[in-house]
């Protein structure tokens, strides 16, 4: 297996589970999976952060208002790894309970990662509401 392979499959295990559970109201694996080293930053379709400290309580913000996710897809449209970077570039389709409204949208991300400890972890996030 090649790094964008072992990538690849980081993304769509422990990446979609941490994803999944902050949309199911938990945000201890999101927060697991973020570097512990700055800058870290979310320019996010809803509320952004930089620094440990404010993106924690983003996390534990965002969790507290998702429930009942009954779809979480990150369609990887670009990636690539260069040494401890990686970035991937997509679409995350999400059927979930807002606030206990039922939403479902698709959001425009972009992720950084960099490798720490030979784990993958995520350092910046952007992200927008697509309206087609």
């Given at each position: 297996?090649?790094?964008?392979?072992?990538?690849?499959?980081?993304?769509?295990?422990?990446?979609?589970?941490?994803?999944?559970?902050?949309?199911?109201?938990?945000a201890?694996?999101?927060?697991?999976?973020?570097?512990?080293?700055?800058?870290?930053?979310?320019?996010?379709?809803?509320?952004?952060?930089?620094?440990?400290?404010?993106?924690?309580?983003?996390?534990?913000?965002?969790?507290?208002?998702?429930?009942?996710c009954?779809?979480?897809?990150?369609?990887?449209?670009?990636?690539d790894?260069?040494g401890?970077?990686?970035?991937?570039?997509?679409?995350?389709?999400?059927?979930?309970?807002?606030?206990?409204?039922?939403?479902?949208?698709?959001?425009?991300?972009?992720?950084?990662?960099?490798?720490?400890?030979?784990?993958?972890?995520?350092?910046?996030?952007?992200?927008?509401?697509?309206?087609?």
């Amino acid at each position: 297996m090649t790094d964008r392979d072992d990538f690849l499959a980081w993304i769509r295990t422990d990446l979609h589970e941490a994803e999944l559970a902050l949309h199911n109201g938990d945000a201890g694996p999101r927060r697991a999976l973020w570097s512990r080293e700055e800058p870290v930053s979310v320019l996010g379709a809803w509320r952004s952060a930089r620094g440990r400290r404010e993106l924690d309580a983003l996390f534990t913000g965002l969790a507290q208002g998702f429930s009942d996710c009954s779809s979480f897809v990150f369609e990887v449209q670009a990636c690539d790894v260069r040494g401890d970077l990686a970035y991937t570039a997509g679409l995350e389709h999400t059927s979930v309970l807002v606030d206990g409204a039922p939403r479902t949208y698709t959001l425009r991300v972009t992720q950084v990662y960099r490798r720490e400890d030979g784990a993958w972890r995520v350092a910046h996030r952007h992200a927008d509401t697509v309206t087609e």
